[in-house]
């Protein structure tokens, strides 16, 4: 499995943004799918996961009513539409797959797509 993700820029705060990740290989229902972001000098954190077949989305609290996950079956592709940026959304932001049920902990994904920069300016 291959996950390419998409999408990043430079925006200024209030902008939006939709990130792509385009999934190679076979997806099953029993899939769930993951965006993370790393901001400079910080851990790694959840913004959002859902299953495949678009069940369990499940949002950190600082993106939940800004951010929205979503999938095109037909693509195979994983978007995570981001409204009303803000300057501390700034992050290298990675998509990624697991069997299993959305989770909010990276280390439970073992397939990582490159990494997309969203870069929001105040």
């Known amino acids: 499995v291959q996950l390419q993700a998409s999408g990043g820029g430079l925006v200024q705060a209030g902008a939006s943004l939709r990130l792509s990740c385009a999934v190679s290989g076979r997806t099953f229902s029993s899939t769930s799918m993951g965006w993370f972001r790393q901001a400079p000098g910080k851990y790694r954190e959840f913004v959002a996961a859902?299953?495949?077949?678009?069940?369990?989305?499940r949002y950190q609290d600082s993106v939940k009513g800004r951010f929205a996950i979503s999938r095109d079956t037909a693509k195979n592709t994983v978007f995570l539409q981001m409204d009303s940026l803000k300057p501390e959304d700034t992050a290298v932001y990675y998509c990624?797959?697991?069997?299993?049920?959305?989770?909010?902990?990276?280390?439970?994904?073992?397939?990582w797509g490159q990494g997309t920069l969203v870069t929001v300016s105040s």
């Open positions: 859902m299953r495949w077949n678009g069940g369990n989305p």
């Open positions: 990624a797959r697991r069997v299993g049920s959305p989770v909010t902990s990276d280390v439970e994904y073992p397939d």
